[in-house]
């Protein structure tokens, strides 16, 4: 089942070139914060067409209609990822800070302080994302108010329903396919301007090595920002959305 959603989120990913270039345009501009929310708006609404629709059934892309809508989800998935992963963080400095007084002292204790805090914080820090991500899945799911994103009760009901060991799985193989998609597109960009900068040198004697270095930065930056980013986007949004589907 978990191999079907990977099948459909890829196939769907790459619906709609055009859609994924307007994605791009957006991810380009996150650097002026605002725009990251429409990218966090846009991933809300991928997520709500999964978990309204099915694995393998016909769901279409989102469209980019309403940016005053798009924002105002994305500043509600801001909200419940913030508010989600907030404990672990002030958990894990406190220990951080703790440990660090303590080695004042004793070295000893204060690494020993340090590590715990460390693996408490990492741990913390996956299940509250997990939870972040399933509980804007229910509020896609249900009447999309922000306490919906926070009913503990029901979270823990559809956690227990589809199992913390699928899920991790779940991430797992996703953290692998954002890998694999990546260096594949890496390896094959790198491998066509190898061969296009051996060419140009042995034509130009060199001279032209300089404009094809720059040429395939361009290239792979473009690549990258207009087709990799939101493909991947869309993917992780889309999967996040169908695994919810699986609670009984």
């Given at each position: 089942?978990?191999?079907?959603?990977?099948?459909?989120?890829?196939?769907?990913?790459?619906?709609?070139?055009?859609?994924?270039?307007?994605?791009?345009?957006?991810?380009?501009?996150?650097?002026?914060?605002?725009?990251?929310?429409?990218?966090?708006?846009?991933?809300?609404?991928?997520?709500?067409?999964?978990?309204?629709?099915?694995?393998?059934?016909?769901?279409?892309?989102?469209?980019?209609?309403?940016?005053?809508?798009?924002?105002?989800?994305?500043?509600?998935?801001?909200?419940?990822?913030?508010?989600?992963?907030?404990?672990?963080?002030?958990?894990?400095?406190?220990?951080?800070?703790?440990?660090?007084?303590?080695?004042?002292?004793?070295?000893?204790?204060?690494?020993?302080?340090?590590?715990?805090?460390?693996?408490?914080?990492i741990v913390l820090g996956i299940v509250c994302?997990?939870?972040?991500?399933?509980?804007?899945?229910?509020?896609?799911?249900?009447?999309?108010?922000?306490?919906?994103?926070?009913?503990?009760?029901?979270?823990?009901?559809?956690?227990?329903?589809?199992?913390?060991?699928?899920?991790?799985?779940?991430?797992?193989?996703?953290?692998?396919?954002?890998?694999?998609?990546?260096?594949?597109?890496?390896?094959?960009?790198?491998?066509?301007?190898?061969?296009?900068?051996?060419?140009?040198?042995?034509?130009?004697?060199?001279?032209?090595?300089?404009?094809?270095?720059?040429?395939?930065?361009?290239?792979?930056?473009?690549?990258?920002?207009?087709?990799?980013?939101?493909?991947?986007?869309?993917?992780?949004?889309?999967?996040?959305?169908?695994?919810?589907?699986?609670?009984?």
């Amino acid at each position: 089942m978990i191999l079907d959603i990977y099948k459909d989120a890829l196939e769907y990913s790459f619906q709609d070139g055009k859609r994924l270039v307007k994605l791009g345009i957006i991810c380009l501009f996150n650097f002026l914060i605002l725009p990251m929310f429409l990218e966090l708006g846009y991933s809300y609404r991928v997520i709500k067409v999964a978990v309204d629709g099915m694995i393998n059934g016909e769901d279409t892309l989102p469209n980019f209609d309403d940016a005053i809508s798009m924002f105002i989800d994305g500043l509600k998935v801001f909200v419940v990822k913030f508010v989600y992963m907030i404990v672990p963080i002030i958990i894990f400095v406190i220990l951080m800070v703790i440990g660090k007084a303590v080695g004042g002292a004793s070295p000893t204790a204060g690494g020993i302080i340090t590590f715990i805090g460390a693996v408490i914080g990492i741990v913390l820090g996956i299940v509250c994302y997990i939870l972040s991500d399933l509980g804007i899945c229910h509020m896609a799911n249900g009447d999309e108010s922000l306490s919906t994103a926070f009913d503990y009760k029901a979270l823990r009901e559809i956690v227990d329903s589809i199992g913390w060991l699928r899920l991790i799985g779940f991430y797992i193989g996703l953290i692998v396919i954002r890998f694999v998609v990546v260096l594949i597109v890496a390896i094959v960009l790198g491998i066509i301007f190898t061969i296009l900068g051996v060419s140009v040198a042995a034509l130009t004697a060199g001279a032209g090595i300089a404009g094809v270095v720059i040429l395939g930065f361009i290239v792979m930056f473009a690549v990258f920002c207009f087709i990799v980013v939101p493909f991947l986007t869309i993917f992780e949004a889309r999967s996040i959305g169908l695994v919810y589907n699986l609670k009984e």
